[in-house]
Nanobody, 126 residues
Framework: QVTLVESGGGLVQAGGSLKLSCVAS????????MGWFRQAPEKEREFVGG????????YSVDSVKGRCTISRDNAKNTVYLQMNNLKPEDTAVYYC???????????????????WGQGTQVTVSS
């Protein structure tokens, strides 16, 4: 029902910025909360942040709070992750995901998400 395609990853120096985009197809995108996750080599996939289906509420984990902004444009079927002051420990594959249920908040658990993009690599050099 929802197909997600991320873009915007790349190689950046520490202190730099990147803006990831996730374009969705499917008529229910605008009714689903969205999340961003990341997975570094040999580590578990972790929640980075999320945005409610309306875009009014956003959430982020402490490790990125103040450095990352999550937003969405339902008219463009797109969700964004703006990352500033990047650190080498932010290096990971970043995934966007859509929750399974409509009109819910973005959860912290990957199990709450039923639709995933293919991921985009972010590499931060020191």
């Amino acid at each position: 029902q929802v197909t997600l395609v991320e873009s915007g990853g790349g190689l950046v120096q520490a202190g730099g910025s990147l803006k990831l985009s996730c374009v969705a197809s499917g008529s229910t995108f605008r009714n689903r909360a969205m999340g961003w996750f990341r997975q570094a080599p040999e580590k578990e996939r972790e929640f980075v942040g999320g945005v409610s289906w309306s875009g009014v509420n956003t959430y982020s984990v402490d490790s990125v709070k103040g450095r990352c902004t999550i937003s969405r444009d339902n008219a463009k079927n797109t969700v964004y992750l703006q990352m500033n002051n990047l650190k080498p420990e932010d290096t990971a594959v970043y995934y966007c995901a859509a929750v399974r249920s409509l009109f819910t908040s973005p959860g912290y658990s990957a199990g709450e998400y039923g639709y995933w993009g293919q991921g985009t690599q972010v590499t931060v050099s020191s």
